[in-house]
């Protein structure tokens, strides 16, 4: 499995729109409003993929000194498979070229134990966003 992070022009984002309305409103139910934001147009936009084929996508911006990781959705199909986890991998590397040594994210709650087992603490409470709960979480590198 080789995974990497294939970064794509904001005017190429058709996978990325279906991969965020399968995985974001397909099966999380956040309103398709929700899913694209004014921050896409100057977030660092990725497909992550296995050799040629997408497994997901996520994006990722400058904000505060550090890197927040942004809608980072895995396909229910390669789902449990490591891909997730390979991302991240990357996405560190990513912010080492970047010279940076933070990474944030705001997780769905539930999901929090996925982006812990990466490395990540839980920074705060938790707060509600697109009617689900969230923590925010951080990871020093």
């Known amino acids: 499995m080789t995974i990497s992070l294939l970064k794509i022009p904001i005017d190429s984002t058709k996978e990325i729109k279906e991969i965020r309305k399968t995985v974001f409103h397909d099966e999380l139910n956040i309103p ?12 660092d936009q990725f497909l992550i993929k296995n050799d040629e084929i997408t497994v997901g996508a996520l994006r990722l911006r400058k904000e505060n000194n550090a890197i927040k990781l942004e809608r980072m959705a895995i396909l229910s199909k390669f789902r449990k498979m490591s891909y997730g986890i390979k991302a991240i991998d990357e996405i ?13 994210l705001d997780s769905i709650y539930n999901i929090r134990d996925f982006y812990k087992k990466c490395g990540f603490g839980e920074i705060g409470t938790i707060f509600e966003r697109v009617g689900l709960p969230h923590i925010r979480m951080e990871l020093e590198l």
Do not use: A, P, Q
């Open 32 to 43: 398709e409003s929700c899913l694209f934001d004014e921050y896409d147009v100057t977030c």
């Open 92 to 104: 560190k590397k990513y912010c080492i070229i970047e010279n940076e040594s933070k990474i944030f």
